[in-house]
């Protein structure tokens, strides 16, 4: 097996690993926490972070950072709220959202490669540019106040075994699901890790690099679109406050997954993996009732330090052969 997907098999495996241990002391320590509707209420709960997550994936797998996503979640649910407010239905406004975050994706790929941008600096623009265009659309938070949200209540849901799930968990499982499916069984995403690895190499062996960038970014945008459409959905408002730090949120749960920061290894699964610890950390906490919930940002932080020394010392015991751009 070639070593370059050892290593992000590794880290997905102590994710997993994390994870089970994570459960198995909740279920330990409170009764129900390892039920089934508790866990499908996890994954609900951070449906819109996974979402945005798989699509911050991409982006960092190509060696690049999406600082944008709070913000273009924000913007989004902020969009659909004022449009319903003129009179359009939800599912259109959510498509005509869903479509703009794919746009500005576009844009900020081809910034990136037509003027070799570093995607720090681009993303950081568009994250201030997103978050001041959710206040010119609204300055407080507005409801979305239509009969389709009255049906979406009590629709927004599906019964397995007589456990209700909402649908928002599928939403997030089946873009999950996607994007691995895209990374691991598409020319595209080899083409991504391979941009990830090193540019230079890349382009020598026949890969479109811009053309790749624009791809991954147009993804992360509409990932992150969907995530405001999710969030949107499961609050029935939108709020240009929210979402703050979500960027941040996202690109831990991609780094605990297993993802290289430096780009070229990594995988969704990893980012699942990712985004449900951080949730099964945050469900911890409210089980036990009298913890500050400051709590989960230093087990976040213990965790990342972890992860990071993690690949490093994975890194030195395979060598150079080891590295994401042989």
Not at 78 to 98: K, M, S
Not at 131 to 147: E, K, N, V
Request: charged letters at 10%; hydrophobic letters at 55%; one cysteine or more.
């Amino acid at each position: 097996m070639n070593r370059r997907f050892r290593r992000p098999q590794a880290s997905t495996t102590v994710a997993a690993g994390i994870l089970v241990l994570l459960i198995g002391l909740g279920a330990i320590r409170f009764e129900h926490f390892a039920s089934f509707g508790n866990l499908a209420n996890l994954v609900g709960d951070y449906a819109f972070v996974g979402v945005a997550a798989v699509g911050a994936t991409f982006v960092i797998l190509s060696g690049g950072v999406d600082l944008s996503v709070g913000s273009l979640v924000a913007f989004t649910a902020v969009a659909i709220a004022v449009l319903v407010d003129h009179g359009w239905h939800p599912l259109a406004a959510a498509t005509a959202a869903f479509g703009f975050g794919t746009l500005a994706g576009a844009v900020i790929g081809m910034l990136v490669w037509w003027f070799d941008l570093p995607p720090f600096l681009m993303t950081l623009i568009a994250m201030f540019a997103f978050r001041a265009g959710g206040f010119l659309l609204s300055s407080q938070a507005t409801p979305i106040m239509h009969p389709f949200m009255a049906q979406l209540s009590s629709g927004y849901q599906v019964s397995v075994g007589g456990t209700i799930i909402p649908a928002r968990s599928l939403i997030f499982l089946a873009f999950a699901g996607a994007g691995a499916l895209t990374l691991a069984r598409t020319r595209f995403g080899r083409q991504v890790c391979a941009v990830g690895g090193s540019r230079r190499s890349a382009a020598v062996m026949g890969v479109g690099v811009g053309p790749t960038l624009v791809g991954i970014y147009s993804l992360a945008g509409a990932a992150s679109a969907l995530a405001g459409v999710v969030f949107a959905f499961g609050k029935q408002a939108g709020d240009p406050t929210a979402a703050g730090g979500l960027e941040l949120t996202v690109i831990a749960a991609v780094v605990i997954g297993g993802t290289l920061l430096s780009g070229g290894v990594g995988s969704v699964l990893g980012t699942g993996l990712g985004v449900l610890i951080l949730g099964a950390i945050r469900l911890l906490i409210d089980f036990q009732g009298d913890l500050n919930p400051a709590w989960t940002s230093i087990a976040t932080g213990l965790l990342l330090l972890g992860f990071v020394l993690l690949q490093k010392l994975l890194g030195r015991l395979r060598g150079p052969a080891a590295s994401p751009s042989t």
